[in-house]
């Protein structure tokens, strides 16, 4: 058809195709994305063209609107930008004479200078009115005004800002101490959490001058997938969609600074360590060297089992293969023997990330060793088993959706920026769901709970499940929040202790009980078919319990027990205030209300600087960050950090 069209202009046109089911287009419809485009207007006959499409403007207005378009040498203007910059002169019009209490309404104040300044430059028509869409534009571009810091959310609005809660809280954390700042100042604040905003037709260039290449086609998928607004996409954001997109290749002299375009910033020595490992160009390996290699990444194949790789590898003329389809067929081969000393190596390059827990578990899974080697088919099952199996980070709304989850496409995008996915684009079940205990906003049909808690790894007798369920707030449309599940999911998890025997366990605790309390715990205790009790739930119950005696000198040893550690000036009190009886026994219901007496209710870490500020302390942000640094606070299950104030 004898159309050329830039990587910027092929990107922007496949993400606004629609696509049938076989992955056709209509002929009809493309030609008009591609006329929108890629068109342009003369300029001579702009108002003409205006007309057509129903804007009719006053001789200012159209002057205004030509002030401000990018005329080429040829006196045309491209029709995208056109559409563009006409929306400044749609919707209704204002009064000029209202202007500063229209814009404080919108949460920015106009001193009458500034006031003065504007209207001398808006196109105002002869009935003194303007369109309010172009007042917006001068607002966001001249940025006059002040704001007010605690009403931010009508500025953001006015100025076209859509902020991610996180977002949205460092702005505040930036700006805290101030009660108003000039917008100008706000805007900045915006953009240093933000970055800059990129058109999306440049996207392809400022990832070349960054030192990033994709072909066209992984420039078509990163722009499908990016949270554009208006046309546009802010810096953060793009590079959080590269990290995870699929292929794209880097500047081999460009690596220290794309890394710190994506806020990585390291030191020269592990700079020059990661570009050291890195393979360039793909990092094609030679299959004549194929014996050492491996002997480097501590794999012992025999010389038939090695000419069986040979054999599914995609060797290129030069005897050459990618590093990364290398160790992909290492993995689908399952043959050979991994030296155990070299494993965190050989799971490196396999592209594999563990934490160091989970290597020690991994590595307590493995048979003996023999002469230090374990076979490979072993180790990739032990592995499965440790962090569950593969999958793929396409798939991952897929798999919310069987567990019963559901999450709005905010927290969903916020999820998958926080997995840690391999070279091959996956993840291990383990550490989604230990993602998902984390998710603030998902939530749960109350009666798919059980199917929810299974998926979690948690299987509950009918007695158990009606007792996780019996306190969760539901909401009208039968809904739980998730934050709520996984906050009780500890009670459910860890060890079970034997019901029937409960008396002697809470005694080696050092609690003791009379019959009727026993009994009477028992009653309230969700046991299953065997007669059994998560010990979290008992531990649980216990700080409620109203029952029970303590040997006031084993007092800090039970408190551990039961999971709780005081200080010692905090013991100290707790041990003054208790009275004993003739056996130096105090009352265990006695205890656990002087210990929350003495270290308070626990609060969410997140939530501090909000409940500090309703008890009227105010914290700079650097003595608040100083502050949540010198908390002691604790690791619960649902991945929120909790602190006693």
């Known amino acids: 058809m004898g159309l050329r069209l830039t990587e910027e202009e092929f990107a922007e046109l496949s993400g606004q195709l629609q696509v049938d089911a076989n992955g056709n287009v209509d002929l009809p419809n493309l030609m008009e994305a591609v006329k929108a485009i890629t068109g342009k207007v003369d300029i001579k006959n702009l108002e003409t063209v205006l007309g057509n499409m129903g804007i009719k403007l006053t001789d200012k207005e159209l002057e205004d609107l030509k002030q401000n378009l990018p005329v080429s040498v040829g006196n045309k203007v491209a029709l995208k930008t056109l559409k563009d910059e006409v929306k400044a002169f749609t919707g209704e019009k204002i009064d000029s004479s209202d202007l500063q209490n229209i814009l404080k309404d919108m949460g920015i104040e106009l001193t009458d200078m500034e006031h003065k300044h504007l209207l001398k430059t808006l196109p105002i028509d002869a009935h003194e009115k ?34 991610t809660e996180q977002e949205l809280s460092l702005i ?15 805007m900045d604040k915006v953009e240093a959490v933000t970055g800059e905003e990129v058109d999306i037709n440049d996207i392809g260039t400022v990832l070349r001058n960054m030192g990033i290449e994709l072909t066209d086609k992984e420039l078509s998928q990163l722009v499908k997938n990016l949270p554009v ?23 081999s002299n460009k690596v220290d600074a794309v890394l710190g375009n994506m806020g990585m910033d390291l030191t020269e020595k592990e700079l020059k360590d990661i570009t ?18 491996l002997e480097n990444l501590g794999i012992e194949l025999t010389p038939n089992e090695r000419l069986n790789l040979v054999k599914t590898l995609p060797l290129n003329a030069d005897g050459k293969v990618y590093q990364k389809r290398l160790m992909k067929g290492i993995k689908s081969l399952k043959q050979g023997s991994v030296d155990v000393n070299k494993l965190d190596t050989l799971l490196e390059n396999m592209g594999i990330s563990i934490k160091e827990k989970e290597f020690m578990d991994l590595i307590e899974r493995l048979p003996d060793a023999d002469k230090g080697k374990i076979k490979l088919n072993t180790l990739i099952e032990e592995l499965s088993t440790a962090l569950g199996e593969q999958i793929d980070i396409s798939d991952v709304y897929d798999v919310l959706k069987d567990m019963k989850v559901e999450v709005t496409d ?50 509950l007798s009918h007695k158990e499940l009606e007792d996780f369920s019996q306190t969760l707030p539901v909401d009208v449309d039968g809904k739980v929040d998730l934050e709520n599940v996984t906050l009780k999911m500890k009670d459910f998890t860890g060890e079970k202790i034997d019901a029937t025997n409960l008396k002697n366990i809470l005694g080696d605790m050092g609690i003791e009980v009379n019959d009727k309390e026993c009994l009477d715990l028992q009653k309230s205790l969700p046991v299953d078919d065997d007669q059994k009790v998560f010990r979290n739930r008992l531990l649980s119950t216990l700080k409620s319990f109203k029952g029970g005696k303590i040997d006031v000198n084993n007092l800090n040893t039970v408190l551990g027990n039961m999971g709780i550690k005081l200080k010692n ?3 100290k009190s707790v041990i003054q205030n208790q009275p004993m009886d003739a056996d130096g026994n105090v009352s265990l219901k006695k205890v656990m209300s002087d210990v929350t007496a003495v270290t308070g209710e626990k609060v969410n870490v997140k939530d501090l600087k909000n409940i500090l500020e309703d008890i009227g302390i105010e914290f700079t942000p650097k003595e608040y960050l100083e502050l949540v640094k010198n908390l002691q606070v604790d690791d619960s299950l649902e991945g929120k950090n909790q602190s006693y104030l």
Not at 172 to 186: I, R
Not at 440 to 449: A, E, F, S, W, Y
Request: aromatic fraction near 6%.
């Open 130 to 163: 303007v369109f309010q869409n172009r007042l917006l534009k001068d607002v966001r571009y001249n940025k006059r005004g002040k704001v007010d810091v605690n009403n931010l959310d009508p500025v953001l609005e006015a100025m076209e800002v859509k902020l």
């Open 172 to 186: 505040k954390d930036l700006l805290s101490g101030y009660k108003k700042v000039d917008l100008k100042n706000l």
């Open 229 to 251: 607004d208006n046309g546009k996409v802010y810096q953060r954001r793009l590079l959080d969609g590269i990290k995870f997109l699929k292929g794209g290749k880097i500047d």
């Open 276 to 293: 050291q490992n890195l393979p360039v160009d793909g990092g094609n390996v030679d299959a004549n060297k194929l014996e050492s290699i």
């Open 410 to 459: 905010k927290e969903y995008f916020n999820l998958v920026k926080t997995l840690p996915v391999d070279a091959e684009g996956k993840v291990y079940q383990k550490r989604l769901l230990d993602g998902v205990k984390t998710l603030k906003r998902g939530k749960v049909d109350i009666n798919n709970l059980d199917t929810f808690l299974e998926n979690m790894g948690i299987k």
């Open 569 to 571: 000036k905090e013991l």
